[in-house]
Every structure is written in structure tokens, then in C-alpha cells.
């Protein structure tokens, strides 16, 4: 059974308009992650939310918005896509906090697969 | 600044011969190192970590702290073996990793 959920799995957007991802957990992790990964290359984290707490990447275009209104969910809008940002978005989730071999650990979506045409 | 070096692309082996996926990291503090590992169609999963020092499917990895790496290895290559295989650092506080740029391997018969 899937514990984390992205959907849609291909997502095609135009040029400049905005597109939101989405992702969900089942496994009551406190911490979310937004990844994006482009071809050949490794993950990038973009941000993550601990909790209701929001960290950016310092390099972390203002472009890309995250919202966590509950535990489960977690959304990644793109305000403005350019043809740059297609790549594949990764979610992961992870509980700190809640014993040493759990800590660290980074469960992942599928992913989502962003065309911008 | 941290950062993960796999320089190898692509590693094909032969069924049954031995298996060296290299991993180099580039961090100031105390470490904690991962393998992360995607099969065709499935999603990005943890092999194994160093402080668990355990073996997963036949792999160990050992945290060389001299060296800087942080290598994956596994004495006789399965054909299921064939993956993407991501080495990621920990840089502390126990909630970003930094990954490499992936080794894929391929094993043949």
C-alpha cells in the first residue's frame, strides 16, 4: 500500500500558469519535504516543513510556494512555470523526533513528472 | 558547502562478479551517510545506513571518514540488483539530505 501519494503522476502545464501538486501521507510523519528533480541529475531539495514549520532553500526560487494545511497533505504551487522547472517533483516525509533508527529516514511518493509547454 | 560525488553514471557488472558503487562527500561536521535505491518503476527507497552498519540484500557500506566515502558494495551481483543507486549525506539536524547524482547499475547475464 502506498504511504505517501502524489498525484496527478504526469502533470502538463503552459508556459505561466500556475499549477499546484499535490501529495498526502498515511504515515503521520511530522516532517514533508518538496524535492525536484531534473533529468540525470540528483534530487534537489526545495523546502520542507517541520510540523506547521515552514524551511526554504536558500536557492529555492520565490516561484515555488509550499502549503501544509494538515498533517497528511502537503502542496507545492508553482506560481509562474517557465520551461526550466519541468522536472520530476519528489515528496518525502520523515518523523524526527520519534526514536533513532526512525530518525532520518525519507519515505518518497512516486513522484510527479511536470511538462511546461 | 556539503556535497555527495558518485562519479560513475553507469556501473555494468556481470552476474555474480563483485560490486563497488563508489560515494564521496564533502562535509565539515560528523556525517550521516545513506543509500538510497530506485528500481524500475518504483519509487526512491532506503538501502541502508551507516550507523544501522547493517547488510541489506547482500550490500554493506562503510563510512571511511579518512577518505571521505562512503562506498556500497556486494560480493556477487543479482540480476535484481539492476537499479538506480543515490548515496546521500545527512548534514545534520536530522531532517535535509543532500543526494549524489545516482549510479546506475545494470547487471548482466
Known amino acids: 500500500d502506498a504511504m505517501v501519494i502524489q498525484n496527478p503522476r504526469y502533470q502538463v502545464t503552459q508556459f505561466g500558469k500556475p499549477v499546484t501538486l499535490s501529495c498526502s501521507q498515511t504515515?503521520?510523519?511530522?516532517?514533508m519535504y518538496w524535492y525536484q528533480q531534473k533529468s540525470s541529475q540528483a534530487p534537489k531539495l526545495l523546502f520542507h516543513?517541520?510540523?506547521?514549520?515552514?524551511?526554504n532553500e536558500a536557492d529555492t526560487p520565490d516561484n515555488f510556494q509550499s502549503r501544509r494545511p494538515n498533517t497528511s497533505f502537503c502542496f507545492l504551487d508553482i506560481r509562474s512555470p517557465g520551461l526550466g522547472d519541468a522536472a520530476m517533483y519528489l515528496c518525502a516525509t520523515s518523523s524526527l523526533g520519534q526514536g533513532q533508527l526512525a530518525k532520518n529516514i525519507q519515505y518518497f511518493g512516486a513522484g510527479t513528472r511536470l511538462s511546461v509547454l | 558547502a556539503q556535497r555527495v560525488t558518485q562519479p560513475e553514471k553507469l556501473l555494468s557488472v556481470f552476474k555474480g562478479a563483485p560490486v563497488e558503487l563508489k560515494c564521496n562527500y564533502s562535509?565539515?561536521?560528523?556525517?550521516?551517510l545513506f543509500w538510497y535505491v530506485q528500481y524500475s518503476r518504483q519509487r526512491l527507497q532506503l538501502l541502508l545506513r551507516?550507523?544501522s552498519r547493517e547488510s541489506i540484500k547482500g550490500f554493506t557500506a562503510d563510512l571511511n571518514k579518512g577518505e571521505t566515502s562512503f562506498h556500497l558494495k556486494k560480493p556477487f551481483a543479482q540480476e535484481e540488483d539492476s537499479a538506480m543507486y543515490y548515496c546521500?549525506?545527512?548534514?545534520?539536524?536530522?531532517?535535509?539530505?543532500?543526494f549524489g547524482t545516482g549510479t546506475q547499475l545494470k547487471v548482466e547475464l
Open positions: 504515515l503521520n510523519h511530522n516532517v
Open positions: 546521500a549525506l545527512d548534514t545534520g539536524g536530522g531532517n535535509k539530505l543532500t
Open positions: 562535509y565539515s561536521g560528523s556525517p550521516e
Open positions: 551507516h550507523i
Open positions: 516543513y517541520y510540523d506547521k514549520d515552514f524551511n
